[in-house]
């Protein structure tokens, strides 16, 4: 079983960064890819940002490039979302998520945390 445990989320202004982690129990075939997904009110939940465990893959979906990036440390069994420039859009819950390959980090993952509220507001 994966745990994955996100913190990092809050309110901030527009145009302001914040830098979301997730915590991972252990590493293991089966949560090889790491992703990040989004569910804002009223709306389906999304898929933002992916990555790997084992190489330096990434990918994002289009409406958050060159805002969002994804990272990982290894070390420390953690992923990281930094979103800089923050838009009103972007207010949502933001959910961890572990799957065992590409194409299902990208649709329906394995793991998931329980979320973490980010709200975006002057």
């Known amino acids: 079983q994966v745990q994955l445990v996100e913190s990092g989320g809050g309110l901030a202004q527009p145009g302001g960064s914040l830098r979301l982690s997730c915590a991972t129990s252990?590493?293991?075939?089966?949560?090889?890819?790491m992703g990040w997904f989004r569910q804002a009110p009223g709306k389906e939940r999304e898929f933002v940002a992916a990555t790997r465990w084992s190489e330096g893959f990434t990918i994002y979906t289009d409406s958050v490039k060159g805002r969002f990036t994804i990272s990982r440390d290894n070390a420390k069994n953690t992923v990281y979302l930094q979103i800089d420039s923050l838009k009103p859009e972007d207010t949502a819950v933001y959910y961890c998520a572990a799957a065992q390959t590409r194409a299902e980090i990208a649709s329906k993952p394995r793991y998931w945390g329980q979320g973490t509220q980010v709200t975006v507001s002057s």
């Open positions: 252990r590493r293991t075939f089966a949560s090889d890819f």
